[in-house]
């Protein structure tokens, strides 16, 4: 997971018309996306809608010059998440439907019905277009810039100011459990290790943990005396310079939103 936290940020800081979009329009878009997927009632529309919506974000992938590759990577971390909640769907009788028909009995007397596996597919789909947007926001935007284009939009500078300093001393922890890894691996030491037995690994393990607790708290203390020589109080907040938008961003951001809005009520309006 600390790789991936590096890989990420890797590839949010590549060049591309994407990349150099500013960050408060790739975030107004994905927000656009999962509000307009999410709001539309639970029907078969979402089938219609879903597609239309990932072609989008497909277009936007492809202008980002990023391999599809990626994208299939960081989908299959979070997908079994929603798998997990999609499947549980499959076997109860959801509230939108008044009928339902089963279409296969399990033991122990339990019964899939056929408006569950419909529900459960239309929740499927917005979870994989919504999770897109967002995976395409994370993979063409770096965190400072979202975090400064949360600012600009208006976010509490309490809350700037505190993702700020997570987002900054976030890579710190991860170099930190780098070297303790390394050091691991220099001694030959695996937790994976079947040959070792399972109580020294737990012990070494336990001990590992123990120790970056200790040093997370010794890093929180110098880095909040740090904070208090620099001024910090309770009137402190994160520099955020003015970034005005360019023509063409507000065009790319008015087109993407028109097609967003449109294509949600067409859709949405069909007999």
């Known amino acids: 997971m600390i790789d991936d936290l590096y890989a990420i940020e890797k ?24 509000v307009a997927i999410v709001a539309v009632p639970y029907s078969t529309r979402i089938y219609e809608l879903g597609t239309v919506f ?3 974000f497909a277009g936007l992938w492809v202008v980002s010059r990023l391999s599809p590759v990626v994208y299939l990577q960081r989908l299959a971390i979070i997908l079994p998440f929603g798998i997990f909640l999609v499947i549980f769907q499959v076997f109860i009788k959801n509230p939108y439907y008044d009928a339902f028909h089963t279409i296969a009995t399990l033991p122990f007397g339990i019964e899939v019905y056929a408006e569950s596996v419909e529900f459960a597919s239309i929740l499927l789909v917005k979870f994989i277009v919504s999770v897109s947007f967002i995976i395409l926001l994370s ?8 975090i400064e284009a949360a600012g600009r939009l208006g976010l509490p500078r309490e809350f700037t100011l505190t993702l700020g300093m997570m987002v900054r001393y976030i890579f710190v922890f991860a170099e930190m459990f780098g070297r303790i890894r390394t050091a691991m691996e220099t001694r030959c030491f695996d937790p994976l290790d079947r040959t070792l037995p399972y109580r020294y690994r737990l012990h070494q393990i336990g001990y590992t943990v123990g120790t970056i607790f200790i040093r997370s708290y ?5 880095t909040y005396t740090s904070m208090l020589c620099r001024g910090y109080g309770a009137n402190a907040s994160l520099y955020i310079r003015r970034k005005p938008l360019g023509a063409g961003e507000i065009v790319f951001f008015v087109g993407v939103l028109a097609f967003i809005v449109l294509s949600t009520v067409l859709i949405y309006m069909q007999p």
């Open 54 to 56: 990932f072609a989008l």
């Open 11 to 34: 590839h949010a800081g590549r060049i591309s018309p994407i990349h150099q979009l500013d960050a408060r329009i790739k975030l107004l878009i994905t927000l656009a996306a999962i």
């Open 218 to 222: 010794e890093q929180g203390e110098r």
């Open 139 to 146: 993979s063409t935007t770096k965190m400072q810039d979202m």
